[in-house]
Structure formats: C-alpha cells, structure tokens
C-alpha cells in the first residue's frame, strides 16, 4: 500500500517502512507525526481524493533534523565588473513512514 501526501508545498509518494526527506517541519527526533493531506491511497483499490481522501491519515516518525546539500548562486554580467556569489543549504526533516491508515 502506498499514498501520496501533501507537505511543504510539495508532494511525496510513501510507502510503509520508507525512509523520505521533507522540507523541515517542527518536531522532535522520535516524535511521531501525523499528515492529514492525503491526495491518493494506491494498493489493491486506489482512492482518489477531492482533492483529499475523506478518513485517510499517514502516521510517521521523525528520525533526524539535517541540512541538504550546499546549492551555489552565482551571477555573472560580462564586462560589468558584476558578480556575486550566494550559498543556499536547504533544511530538512528525516523521517520513516509507520503506517497508513483509511477509513
């Protein structure tokens, strides 16, 4: 069984046991947290939300709270004497998918 879930403004395909990587929410390492935006539960009968599936819930675990990967801007204008150089490292929340749960 798998669902699509809504966070962060973006969405993630999950599954049970799945470790994933979202934009930082605020919880504790070993805190549990739960998504209610639950846009599709697929397994032997996929549901369709409109645009939320009506009872779904996904349950997780929050293992880590961590950095991403260093992103570098840089700007350049040819004969200007223009550049700039900006760094830019994205935080993240760690967590491992418990369950999935329809009503």
Avoid: C, W
């Amino acid at each position: 069984m798998y669902a699509v879930i809504r966070t962060g403004g973006k969405q993630y395909r999950v599954a049970r046991n799945e470790v994933i990587r979202i934009e930082k929410i605020e919880a504790e390492p070993g805190s549990t947290v739960e998504f209610e935006e639950v846009l599709l539960v697929g397994g032997e009968e996929t549901r369709v939300g409109r645009p939320l599936v009506e009872g779904a819930k996904v349950t997780a675990t929050v293992l880590d709270q961590i950095k991403g990967p260093k992103i570098v801007i840089f700007k350049k204008k040819r004969r200007k004497n223009y550049r700039r150089k900006r760094g830019h490292r994205q935080q993240l929340t760690v967590l491992r998918v418990q369950d999935i749960q329809v009503a």
